[in-house]
């Protein structure tokens, strides 16, 4: 069984910096496509960013320029180093793994902008 575990989460000043990881359990993590997504209160959940088992590479136009994604199959575990925070970036950040016949989702982990 497949699961996901977000971590590094938290609060930081604008301009900061925070680095989230998303482990996976379960096999054939390197085929597998990994995102990140967030949705503040009131808003729907959309997409930050995702790369494919590929090393293809997606951003929303939001955050291209601050956010980094990345991925160490040797660790099983997807990043998303997100620098010059700003207080629109305060969400729920959620990770996603697709593949053939799977699409997860982690519990989230809470992002807060503001000084």
């Known amino acids: 069984q497949v699961q996901l575990v977000e971590s590094g989460g938290g609060l930081v000043q604008p301009g900061g910096s925070l680095r989230l990881s998303c482990a996976a359990s379960?096999?054939?993590?390197?085929?597998?496509?990994m995102g990140w997504y967030r949705q503040a209160p009131g808003n729907q959940r959309e997409l930050v960013a995702t790369?494919?088992?590929?090393?293809?590479?997606n951003y929303a136009d939001s955050v291209k320029g601050r956010f980094t994604i990345s991925r160490d199959n040797a660790k099983n575990t997807v990043y998303l180093q997100m620098n010059n925070l700003k207080p629109e970036d305060t969400a729920v950040y959620y990770c996603n793994l697709v593949r053939v016949g799977l699409d997860l989702w982690g519990q989230g982990t809470q992002v807060t902008v503001s000084s």
């Open positions: 790369i494919s088992g590929g090393l293809r590479v």
């Open positions: 379960g096999s054939f993590f390197s085929i597998s496509a």
